[in-house]
T-cell receptor, first 111, second 119 residues
Framework: GQQVMQIPQYQHVQEGEDFTTYCNSS?????IQWYKQRPGGHPVFLIQ?????EVKKQKRLTFQFGEAKKNSSLHITATQTTDVGTYFC???????????FGKGTKLSVIP | GAVVSQHPSWVICKSGTSVKIECRSL??????MFWYRQFPKQSLMLMAT?????????EQGVEKDKFLINHASLTLSTLTVTSAHPEDSSFYIC???????????????FGPGTRLLVL
């Protein structure tokens, strides 16, 4: 499967601050998916990005796929305590069937 | 609603016993299911791909004789951890791929996971 570097590993923010996590690949990706895992829970699919330069929004979450399809980011505006959890990116390369996961970014929100 | 269910959600067992975990796709037929393992504070690691009616495909480093996978029907895959030891204690999660509404691409849905503690 595709290997990616996800940064940062941990992020502590005050409630109301913004948060961004990045996922970088050395090779061109076919698509990338983002998941959120709450403490003690299982990963939940958030979104999939397929097109070069694609930007998708889900309320306060903005997802971007780089022009070269080698990197992606998830940005949360004005974090809330409900945003707490670990955010994983999961890339797929051309012809790749299984999904692998980045190491994840654990977000803590201080009320 | 839930797409995938897993049973049991918690298992505590003695070292040397075998533990069976079930994964069910709830409202569609899944010819392929995936089994992951997640250690505390780590990412998900794919263990094997379960194929209905044929042998599972194991990832490098995963012992197929220790982690037995049976995908006997289009809605059920089982993972049996044989002769479990404390180092097998982990969070085991299954998943299926299916088309999400409005998307031409398959997305992955995870079961709620099974926490295994081997004493």
């Amino acid at each position: 499967g595709q290997q990616v570097m996800q940064i940062p590993q941990y992020q502590h923010v005050q409630e109301g601050e913004d948060f961004t996590t990045y996922c970088n690949s050395s090779t061109t990706l076919s698509n990338i998916q983002w998941y959120k895992q709450r403490p003690g829970g299982h990963p939940v699919f958030l979104i999939q990005l397929v097109k070069s330069g694609e930007v998708k929004k889900q309320k306060r979450l903005t997802f971007q796929f780089g022009e070269a399809k080698k990197n992606s980011s998830l940005h949360i505006t004005a974090t809330q305590t409900t945003d707490v959890g670990t955010y994983f990116c999961s890339p797929s390369g051309a012809g790749s069937y299984q999904l692998t996961f980045g190491k994840g970014t654990k977000l803590s929100v201080i009320p | 609603g839930a797409v995938v269910s897993q049973h049991p959600s918690w298992v505590i067992c003695k070292s040397g016993t075998s533990v069976k975990i079930e994964c069910r796709s709830l409202d569609f037929q899944a010819t392929t299911m995936f089994w992951y393992r997640q250690f505390p504070k780590q990412s998900l690691m794919l263990m094997a791909t379960s194929n209905e009616g044929s042998k599972a495909t194991y990832e490098q480093g995963v012992e197929k004789d220790k982690f037995l996978i049976n995908h006997a029907s289009l809605t059920l895959s089982t993972l049996t951890v044989t002769s479990a030891h404390p180092e097998d204690s982990s969070f085991y999660i299954c998943s299926v791929k299916r088309l999400a509404g409005g998307s031409p691409q398959e997305t992955q849905y995870f079961g709620p996971g099974t926490r295994l503690l081997v004493l």
